[in-house]
């Protein structure tokens, strides 16, 4: 009862750079480990789950894009892959290599290849078994803080059990380091927007709740402390990945509005949109901690729309909106998707 998608490899690839994948399916998405210094092709090499409480119907779709990882700008867009998913739903499985749509639906050289395979809940697709998958062992060192939607695997195996081939030009890839959110941010400053929480447990995309943030969530006492596993003052790596997407009825005039994303000390910046009010980014940003979930926990998230910001100034703070991490563990699946965020006046 899961739809399983193998990531195997992307490329080639023009240049040499950092390079990370994103996998969607019913609005639920998964990020890749970052590869470094990849000159020709990525082998990810990563298996994402999906659990279905409903079948999947003919024209839903699976879709991976890839993108040039940046760690001071907002990563570029190198190209998409969607896929309608009606032949897997009688097929079951499927191995497939396909070129990638660049932002303007033009075909480009970079080629994706990866496996999918689908067993139905009413068992009429896919008679596979778990034990298929060869799903590694956690790593005691590493805190577990993924979606209970996704699995990653790092072993040479396929999800069909094919041996793959190690990489020659794929680069290093960073530590293994597990996601602590996948926030994915909007910014208003009307007091009536809504909030969608994306159901996490692979439902059908109509099975969404509905809430708003009117106000600033902070540490305080009263809040639970999250559950953590044992050993928790033991320095452990972290991931925290942030999308800003787009920001609404941000106050001023002719303005030119920028988002800043900081956590603790470490602090990063959208582009720079021109004369709006309300701009459009859909910006991904990743900030990698190595300390105890503790301190971690500790943090404050904190998102400002900023005003004319270039160069030779600042730019003038329009409003902001702020959370602790550990709130955002304590969510289900330790993630906020597709909400709206109130800001505050920062006068």
């Given amino acids: 009862?899961?739809?399983?998608?193998?990531?195997?490899?992307?490329?080639?690839f023009r240049g040499r750079g950092d390079r990370v994948a994103k996998v969607t399916f019913r609005g639920v998405a998964h990020y890749t480990k970052i590869l470094e210094g990849v000159e020709e092709d990525a082998y990810f090499d990563e298996t994402f789950e999906w659990p279905v409480a409903s079948p999947i119907e003919g024209n839903e779709y699976v879709e991976v894009q890839v993108y040039n990882y940046s760690k001071v700008f907002s990563n570029r867009l190198i190209g998409t892959f969607r896929m309608v998913l009606q032949k897997l739903i009688q097929e079951g499985q499927l191995?497939?290599?396909?070129?990638?749509?660049?932002?303007?639906?033009?075909v480009i050289n970079t080629e994706v290849d990866l496996e999918l395979k689908y067993q139905a809940p009413d068992g009429t697709v896919g008679n596979w078994m778990r034990e298929e998958f060869?799903?590694?062992?956690?790593?005691?060192?590493?805190?577990?803080?993924?979606?209970?939607n996704s699995r990653y695997s790092t072993n040479s195996k396929g999800i069909f059990g094919k041996k793959k081939a190690p990489s020659k030009h794929g680069g290093r890839s960073t530590r293994g380091v597990d996601s602590v959110s996948q926030y994915g941010s909007r910014m208003s400053l009307g007091s009536t927007d809504e909030i969608h929480i994306k159901d996490g447990g692979g439902g059908s995309q109509d099975n969404v709740s509905m809430t708003s943030v009117n106000q600033n969530v902070t540490n305080k006492k009263s809040k639970p402390t999250p559950v953590i596993e044992t050993g928790s003052q033991k320095a452990q790596d972290f991931q925290i990945c942030i999308t800003i997407i787009e920001a609404r009825q941000l106050a001023g005039l002719n303005m030119d509005p920028v988002v800043s994303v900081q956590i603790g000390e470490e602090r990063k910046f959208t582009s720079q949109k021109e004369s709006t009010n309300c701009p459009y980014y859909n910006e991904y940003f990743v900030f990698d901690f190595h300390m105890s979930p503790d301190m971690l926990f500790d943090k404050i998230i904190t998102l400002s729309v900023l005003h004319s910001r270039n160069l030779l100034r600042s730019g003038t703070m329009v409003g902001s909106f702020k959370l602790d991490v550990g709130t955002v563990y304590d969510a289900p699946d330790h993630q906020f998707c597709h909400k709206w965020a109130l800001l505050t006046n920062p006068e």
């Fill in 95 to 106: 191995s497939i290599t396909e070129t990638l749509l660049d932002a303007n639906n033009t």
């Fill in 1 to 12: 009862m899961a739809l399983l998608l193998h990531l195997i490899c992307v490329g080639p």
């Fill in 134 to 148: 060869h799903f590694p062992q956690e790593d005691d060192d590493t805190v577990s803080l993924l979606s209970s």
